[in-house]
């Protein structure tokens, strides 16, 4: 029997309202994330991945709103919550590490009581010397040495490095089942960074949760990642699994990104052009200016998100019409 899903989104938009007009940073977003799976999101910057994940978990805050889909988890549909039910799920269902380590860390409070309010907050009554030993745990499993010593310290003592561990250890630390991640080793050394993803790749596949990966290291995704979302100009391009995206991309933009990885013996290539407008989004595909395989219909239709390329079983989809005839796909990495 396949392992149930524990995350499923569906067609997910969201917009934001500017004076220039409605910005469509999550345009019908859909992908799942099943137990015991680590999925990756990949783009350019402006792609939409941090939209996403913060259209998912409530917090895209106005102008901005999400207007369309269903983010199921367990089942339940996130986006029909109330904000006090989304945020019981934060956290204890769902363990958030964010992108700027010291915008979720509060200044005025030590790290110990910070600890101490998101467990009090979930589980109810808890003593404070029960949750600094929980603390103490959690902050050496993700390399913090001395633990006591930063329990007992502010926000503004800690280097970066240092605070996105907190973070992570603040997320793990009523053992959600779902942990989402926005670029969580950014600040870190190669080192801490090795022992963070290990982490959390124990914490997903060992205890069968599922982690959702936002990151630019594609080759972090490589490594650690079970399954791959690409996506650009805010629309899922394609999705599978890593070892065959990646050995064989059917979309031209995933393709551009695999080549703009520097490898021994082979020169780096990059990607002309940048993300379009997403308020003045173009008619066809919206990678086509920058595609080398663009034809006529690429300029005037959308193309959908279908399967393709389906090797071993395995669900594949991509967003392209090139790809009907495997124009790209025959013209690959080993170009």
């Known amino acids: 029997m396949s392992t149930p899903r524990l995350l499923d989104v569906r067609?997910?938009?969201?917009?934001?309202?500017?004076?220039r007009g409605i910005v469509k940073a999550v345009n019908a977003v859909s992908f799942s994330a099943d137990r015991r799976e680590m999925v990756g999101i990949v783009g350019e910057s402006g792609c939409g991945k941090s939209a996403t994940i913060r259209a998912l978990l409530g917090l895209i805050r106005p102008p901005?709103?999400?207007v369309a889909g269903e983010v199921l988890?367990?089942?339940?549909?996130?986006?029909?919550?109330?904000?006090?039910?989304?945020?019981?799920?934060?956290?204890?269902?769902i363990g958030f590490v964010a992108q700027n380590p010291f915008a979720a860390l509060n200044p005025i409070y030590k790290i110990h009581r910070q600890f101490?309010?998101?467990?009090?907050?979930?589980?109810?009554r808890s003593s404070r010397r029960s949750t600094r030993k929980r603390a103490v745990e959690m902050l050496e499993a993700v390399g913090i040495p001395g633990p006591e010593r930063i329990l007992n310290g502010y926000a503004h003592e800690l280097s970066g490095g240092m605070a996105q561990r907190v973070v992570i250890a603040l997320a793990l630390i009523l053992d959600p089942e779902l942990i989402v991640a926005d670029e969580p080793t950014t600040a870190l050394d190669v080192t801490i960074q090795r022992q963070i993803l290990d982490l959390l790749r124990r914490k997903t596949v060992d205890e069968g949760r599922s982690l959702l990966l936002v990151t630019h290291d594609l080759g972090v995704v490589a490594q650690y990642c079970d399954r791959v979302v690409v996506m650009y100009?805010?629309?899922v391009v394609e999705t599978g699994a890593v070892s065959e995206v990646f050995a064989r991309p059917a979309h031209p933009y995933t393709r551009g990104l695999l080549q703009s990885v520097p490898r021994r013996g082979t020169k780096v290539q990059?990607?002309?052009?940048?993300?379009?407008?997403?308020?003045?989004?173009?008619?066809?595909?919206?990678?086509a200016d920058r595609c080398v395989f663009v034809i006529d219909r690429c300029r005037k239709e959308v193309p959908e998100?279908?399967?393709?390329?389906?090797d071993g079983g395995s669900v594949r989809e991509v967003r392209c019409h090139v790809n009907e005839q495997e124009v790209c796909a025959d013209a690959?990495?080993?170009s």
């Open 11 to 19: 067609g997910v938009v969201a917009s934001y309202d500017s004076a």
């Open 233 to 235: 100009a805010g629309k």
């Open 270 to 287: 990059t990607l002309e052009g940048r993300v379009p407008s997403l308020i003045d989004y173009p008619p066809g595909c919206a990678f």
């Open 73 to 93: 988890l367990d089942g339940q549909d996130l986006l029909k919550m109330t904000k006090k039910e989304i945020r019981q799920v934060r956290g204890d269902k």
């Open 64 to 66: 901005g709103k999400v």
């Open 116 to 124: 101490h309010n998101v467990i009090k907050a979930h589980e109810g």
């Open 332 to 334: 690959t990495v080993n």
């Open 305 to 310: 998100l279908r399967p393709a390329f389906a």
